[in-house]
């Protein structure tokens, strides 16, 4: 992991991770998320050097009815998963999302395959299963931070 830097990053320099890993084979539009241009919203992605690796976003959404932030794209290159970096990057959201708001709830659309994934960085369940069309099942997952 050393060489790995997560941080905040624009739109431009994550979007064909984003793509690549979360929309494959599907037009550039479906890559393109509700909030990506909104002013508070917040892009991370960890770099190799100059190559993008992951990339994840956080949107101001309600949860519930109430104020909240909603993760998506949460992504990492094939090459370089199961090493440390999605949860580098995860944990680098958390405290941006964190330092940005009094709000504290963060939720998300987990697919099935990465439910271990968020469990371990301390989200719980909050849906049945519920499938997403032309990705597959999810589940709603949140986190009070
Ligand atoms: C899911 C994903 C973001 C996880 O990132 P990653 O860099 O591979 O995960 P990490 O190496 O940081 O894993 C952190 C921990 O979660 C575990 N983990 C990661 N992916 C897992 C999975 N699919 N199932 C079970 N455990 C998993 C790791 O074993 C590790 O556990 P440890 O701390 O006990 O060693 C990444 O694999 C990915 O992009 N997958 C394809 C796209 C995807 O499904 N994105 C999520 C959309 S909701």
């Not at 190559?51 to 992504?75: F, H």
């Not at 580098?88 to 990465?114: F, G, H, K, M």
């Amino acid at each position: 992991m050393d060489g790995v830097i997560a941080r905040r990053a624009t739109l431009d320099e994550i979007f064909q991770v984003r793509w690549d890993v979360l929309r494959a084979g599907c037009p550039v539009e479906a890559a393109r998320f509700p909030g990506d241009d909104a002013p508070e919203t917040i892009l991370v992605g960890a770099f190799v050097g100059e190559r993008n690796v992951s990339c994840a976003t956080a949107t101001r959404a309600q949860w519930e009815g109430r104020p909240a932030w909603q993760l998506g794209g949460m992504g990492v290159v094939a090459d370089w998963q199961k090493r440390g970096v999605g949860q580098r990057v995860l944990a680098t959201l958390e405290d941006l999302v964190r330092r940005a708001s009094d709000v504290r709830q963060i939720w998300c659309n987990a697919r099935e395959e990465a439910v271990a994934f968020y469990e371990k960085q301390g989200w719980v369940l909050a849906s049945e299963r519920f499938q997403v069309e032309g990705v597959g099942p999810h589940f709603k997952m949140t986190k009070t931070l």
